[in-house]
């Protein structure tokens, strides 16, 4: 698996520990501090601070370098949206998966109108991994419509597609945002926007992987995923 020349040369620590704090940070209900005692007890003196900006650092990469192992989605979607507190406010993560509950893509959005569903239209239109979608299954929402409307128009949607307002059908979504949910409240919300964006990239891409999203990788094989993730930086795991 062939990638870029990998970011994490040159480190102060080793690449593989570097990984490994980003992975089970944004695998597993840890804090920050969660993570420094569990280095310290094993002799490593990282700081939380420093596994913070290493998150911040890999997180996004990891999300960018995953995308072209990723299954294809199905054609039918379903989009919805989970709240995530950032400071003292609550912002939207707008969240797309199939039927079968495989995410396709996702966005956070200071606001829940007609333009973030429109631009969220637009970024899940942009994945690599997505079949063109025959219906959209949203809750019923006033944004959706007019959001939904305007796309087709635009043809960034396929003129074809169809638009489900009926709750039910969001089922898998709404059990889906669960783990999403669990993992903010673990890290005791984010303090701004751009820190909350890349670091739900990391929890979204290791949840992918955990529903068996990437290729011939089963989703409860933690040590072929720790290996997969080490191989998309080129670094022995």
Avoid at 69 to 75: A, D, Q, V
Avoid at 104 to 126: T, W
Avoid at 159 to 171: A, P, Q, S
Avoid at 215 to 220: N, V
Wanted: charged share 30%; aromatic share 12%.
């Amino acid at each position: 698996m062939k990638q870029n020349k990998s970011p994490i040369k040159w480190r102060h620590f080793e690449p593989s520990l570097i990984l490994l704090c980003v992975r089970w940070y944004c695998r597993y209900s840890l804090s920050y501090r969660d993570l420094e005692e569990m280095m310290r007890e094993r002799g490593l003196p990282v700081d939380h601070t420093t596994v913070w900006r290493w998150v911040q650092r890999y997180a996004p990469e990891i999300n960018r370098r995953l995308r072209p192992y990723l299954k294809m989605s199905g054609t039918s979607y379903r989009i919805d949206e989970t709240y995530v507190k950032v400071g003292t406010e609550w912002k939207y993560l707008y969240r797309a998966v199939d039927s079968a509950g495989n995410t396709i893509e996702f966005m956070l959005s200071a606001k829940r109108d007609v333009s973030a569903a429109k631009r969220f239209f637009k970024k899940v239109m942009r994945a690599d991994h997505r079949r063109l979608p025959f219906t959209i299954g949203t809750d019923k929402h006033a944004s959706y419509p007019e959001a939904f409307a305007a796309s087709v128009k635009e043809k960034v949607l396929p003129f074809d597609c169809k638009l489900r307002r009926m709750k039910y059908l969001n089922n898998v979504i709404e059990q889906d945002h669960r783990f999403i949910r669990r993992r903010w409240r673990a890290a005791q919300c984010f303090r701004s926007f751009h820190t909350a964006e890349r670091t739900l990239e990391g929890i979204e891409s290791l949840h992918m992987m955990r529903k068996g999203q990437v290729k011939r990788l089963g989703g409860r094989d933690a040590a072929g995923q720790a290996k997969f993730v080490a191989s998309l930086f080129g670094v022995a795991a």
